[in-house]
Structures are given as C-alpha cells and as structure tokens.
C-alpha cells in the first residue's frame, strides 16, 4: 500500500508561479506510474500530469502542457509539481496520485489527502 503526502499549496496570483511537493512510501501497483490531479469544486477530475515508471513517459494535461512541469527525485521519494503562468482556472485541490495514462485515458488507483492551489488577485 502506497502512502503519499502532498505539500506546497497557496494563494498565488495569477502569472505567478508555485510548486508542489509529494512524498511517497510504500508501493505501487504493477503498471501504475506516479503523478497528479487536480479537482476544482463543481468539476471532475482532471489528469494533470503522470510519469510512466516502465519507461520514464510523461504525460500532461492539454490545459497545463508547456506551463507546469513534473520531476522526481528517486533517493528522496518525492515527485514535484513545478506550476507556472498560473491562470485562474488552475485553481483547484491538487492530489498526489497513482497513475497510468492508457490511450489517452486517465486512471487513477491511490491518491493522497490534497492541497489547495488557490490562483487570485
């Protein structure tokens, strides 16, 4: 069982930049990379990005490609969410998650509790 807690949340403005932090323990599901997504009140779901463990792949969301950034360091566990240009519609609880990316299909197995991007003036 794999445990993830996320950190670096905030109020940021617009244009701005923001990373987030996710240390994870324990293990992963067979075919399950690590990644993110994020859920705004009122929406569903949304895959912002994955890292393919097999293979290294990286997948993005349409709306965050070219803005924000995934990286892990593999001593520390700890994957990272580098957020730039951030739009208001960024705004969302972001979860540090499993994940694969099937025919561009987002699937999501564990996820950690969550943490608040808030993007306003």
């Known amino acids: 069982q794999v445990q993830l807690v996320e950190s670096g949340g905030g109020l940021v403005q617009p244009g701005g930049s923001l990373r987030l932090s996710c240390a994870a323990s324990?293990?992963?599901?067979?075919?399950?990379?690590i990644g993110w997504f994020r859920q705004a009140p009122g929406k569903e779901r949304e895959g912002v990005s994955c890292?393919?463990?097999?293979?290294?792949?990286?997948d993005y969301g349409d709306s965050v490609k070219g803005r924000f950034t995934i990286s892990r360091d593999n001593v520390k566990n700890t994957m990272y969410l580098q957020m730039n240009r951030l739009k208001s519609e960024d705004t969302a609880v972001y979860y540090c998650?499993?994940?694969?990316?099937?025919?561009?299909?987002?699937?999501?197995?564990?996820w950690g509790q969550g943490t608040q991007v808030t993007v306003s003036s």
């Open positions: 890292i393919d463990r097999r293979d290294g792949r990286i």
């Open positions: 998650a499993t994940c694969r990316v099937v025919v561009g299909l987002w699937d999501f197995a564990s």
């Open positions: 324990g293990s992963i599901l067979d075919g399950y990379g």
